[in-house]
């Protein structure tokens, strides 16, 4: 069955929301926002739209909880004319905050999930979420889609001789394999640990054989490049070649990318999921293979 769409794009996602659309040749509706002296967002958007299945596009990265707030304002006025509204956030901010891990902590995560129900979702679309645990919150469909396939493929186009895929913990281990697989590479795996109260990074590991090797680190987030510095600081060590750094999220706070170039990485690349300067890999496809 041909299914009729409406993309609406968000402040934080309009350029991938239009992408998305044209794909989908579906009607685009631009949700103009403006914001107020204080800090509130004021959006509008005419919708005299048909019956359709209605996405919503907004990634939540920083101003967070503005973004945020922006979607559930969308999905609620969007309500008024489609009962099939699928929230697209394809960087989902808060999804590192999917457990508690110290004693006391709100699992914001579980919030976030409450709301977009209450504003009217019935379909969350993330790409590479950081945890599969935090779409769990969720009593409405999920799906989570992955840019690795589109990353590797920009990766491949550099032709690196024999690069070795790094992960810079455990957690990303398949992410950084599933990213080799495709390369034809090997992939190895560091391990971090992060402490829980004060946010410093370590990394310890075995010897990793990378004695002249071109290397490729693999991560889902770029924060505050705090965990790429303390892996290239290692691998350097190691006697290395170049060093590649791809994320699907770029979010570099701050001064996250000085000091990633700082450490000695050669390149930076992330997916259009948060638009950066380093937005060299286009997520529109995924996405929109996954709402068809
Ligand atoms: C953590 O487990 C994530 O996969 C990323 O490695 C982390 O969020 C990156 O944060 P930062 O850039 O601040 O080290």
Redesign the pocket.
Known sequence: MLVNFTVIGGNASKGLAKRIARRLKAKYVDADTRTFPDGESKITFRHNLKKSVVLVVQSTYPPVDTNLLQILSIISEAKKISSKIYAIMPYMGYA?QDRQFLSGEIVTMSVVAKMLQAAGAKKIIAVDI?SKTALRHFKIPTENVSAIPELAKYLKKLELKNPIVVS??T??SLRAKKFADILKSDSITLK?S?NRKT?K?SIRSTKADVNGKDLIIV??????????V?ATQFLKKQKCKRIFVVCTHG?L?GD?EKNIKKAGVTQIISTNTIPRSISKVDVSGVIAQAVQ
């Open positions: 590192r950081h810079p913990d957690g990303g971090k992060r946010g990074v991560d889902d987030i770029i924060s505050t490049g705090g965990s790429v303390k979010l706070i996250a």
